[in-house]
């Protein structure tokens, strides 16, 4: 399983690229179990947390490929791409996320037929073999082969009938790469939230062929998947403009599991320290799975190591989640009135930086957050359905400087 280091990402992203990107197009479906993952990247703990960044995998893709060959592979880093776009510009769908979380893991208290078909589930007693077993592996793994993930929503919705956000829920604490946009929005899409109407149903014949015939719930499966409705109306938001740090500023660098990779951040000069904090029990009321928390601890750890040693300066891991006073007390021991962090996207990180800001403001310390330029690019494409985005990718690849030439490219994958 992957190992929360920058490193392994980037070797685990050289050895991927370096094979045929088309065998990625017709194999990716098949979901072989745990212990044959080959045939997909395993790469989205690193992207998630950003030890390894989307532009990254984009400039290494294009070294060895062309837009043609490695077409699916990249349409699959711009979903990643158009969910975090998508939901920054529309967080009150998280925000109804959230509080219908709160709410229904309270309710479970007082409905006892909510709880009993639920605690089957979550405990995988539900007596169809696959679901149960997607249980124990996302438990004990901490990921699931993505056409898994959409079977295993498409039940949780459509035949165990339980609510969407509970099982959204489950998935965020358990997924090394739990992700607010990427899992609450692909939730959403199952139920036919997302796009509007349009739901994801789980086949006993689809799941037979897709998992070598590893499983097959004949006759176990709800036959069709009704969309799901909802009252809620999300206004569309503008993106908050993007922050740049003046260049005298006497700063310290805060590092989250957000973003892994402080030495690429667009940094004029060095900071004068370095803090790293965790808040991965911030995912939800209930406890975290512990792969992921190893896995999001371990992130901020390797880039926190990384940091000091590229600006050849002194950082610590802070243990407690109380960003604010602890951010607070840190800037006045260090002296410094700015603390700087890489842009954090609507999520539970975003979420303690919105008081934290608030409480640091009091003490006369400014937190200022840096997008990547990556993001101020695509998010603004990402407002609509993912199809829009789709159709800009060649011109989104060009304004990133990414050279997708095809006919140069294609001689040159074909020679190595
Ligand atoms: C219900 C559900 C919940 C999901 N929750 C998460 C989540 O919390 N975090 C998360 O990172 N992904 C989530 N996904 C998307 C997807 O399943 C994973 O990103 C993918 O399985 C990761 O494995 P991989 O890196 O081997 O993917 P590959 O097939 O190798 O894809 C390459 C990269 O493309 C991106 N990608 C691929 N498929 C998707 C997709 N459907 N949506 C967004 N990005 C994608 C990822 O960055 C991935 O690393 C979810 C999908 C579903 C259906």
């Known amino acids: 399983m992957p190992e929360p280091r920058r490193s392994d990402g980037l070797s685990r992203l050289a050895a991927f690229i370096a094979q045929p990107l088309t065998h990625y197009s017709k194999a990716r479906n098949f979901d072989f179990g745990p212990t044959r993952r080959g045939n997909v990247s395993l790469l989205s703990p690193y992207v998630r947390h950003r030890l390894v960044l989307e532009q990254e995998v984009l400039d290494a893709t294009f070294q060895r490929h062309s837009l043609a060959s490695a077409n699916k592979f990249v349409q699959e880093i711009f979903w990643r791409t158009y969910f975090k776009g998508w939901l920054e510009q529309r967080p009150d769908v998280w925000l109804d996320y959230r509080a219908s979380v709160a709410q229904l893991i309270k309710s479970l208290d007082s409905d006892p037929d909510l709880l009993k078909r639920y605690s089957a589930a979550v405990s995988g007693k539900t007596g169809i073999d696959c679901f149960d077993a997607w249980i124990s592996e996302l438990e004990q793994t901490g990921y699931l082969h993505n056409h898994a993930r959409m079977w295993f929503a498409s039940i949780w919705i459509f035949t165990l009938r339980l609510p969407w956000q509970l099982g959204a829920d489950l998935f965020l604490r358990h997924l090394i790469d739990g992700d607010p946009a990427s899992n609450t929005l692909s939730w959403r899409w199952v139920a036919g939230l997302h796009t509007k109407g349009k739901t994801y149903l789980a086949l006993s014949a689809n799941i037979a062929r897709y998992t070598d015939n590893r499983f097959n719930p004949e006759g176990k499966l709800a036959t069709s998947a009704p969309a799901l409705t909802e009252s809620s109306v999300f206004p569309l938001r503008d993106l908050p403009l993007a922050q740049t740090l003046p260049n005298d500023d006497d700063y310290g660098l805060l590092i989250t599991e957000e973003d892994g990779c402080p030495e690429t ?5 060095k900071p004068k320290r370095v803090l790293a904090a965790v808040a991965t029990q911030q995912r939800s009321p209930l406890p975290v799975g512990e792969p992921a928390r190893e896995f999001a601890a371990g992130a901020v750890a390797d880039a926190l190591r990384r940091a000091t040693q590229h600006f050849a300066v002194d950082g610590q891991l802070a243990e407690t989640e109380n960003w604010g006073n602890l951010l607070a007390e840190w800037a006045a021991q260090n002296n410094v009135s700015t603390v700087v962090t890489a842009y954090a996207p609507v999520g539970p990180v975003a979420e303690i930086l919105a008081t934290t800001k608030t409480h640091l403001q009091k003490h006369g310390v400014r937190l200022l957050q840096l997008r990547r330029p990556y993001d101020s690019v695509t998010w603004p494409h990402a407002r609509r359905g993912y199809f829009k985005l789709k159709d800009k ?24």
């Open 265 to 269: 951040l667009a940094l004029r000069t």
């Open 393 to 416: 990718i060649p011109s989104l690849l060009e304004t990133l400087g990414i050279e997708s030439e095809d006919e140069f490219q294609d001689s040159r994958s074909e020679a190595v």
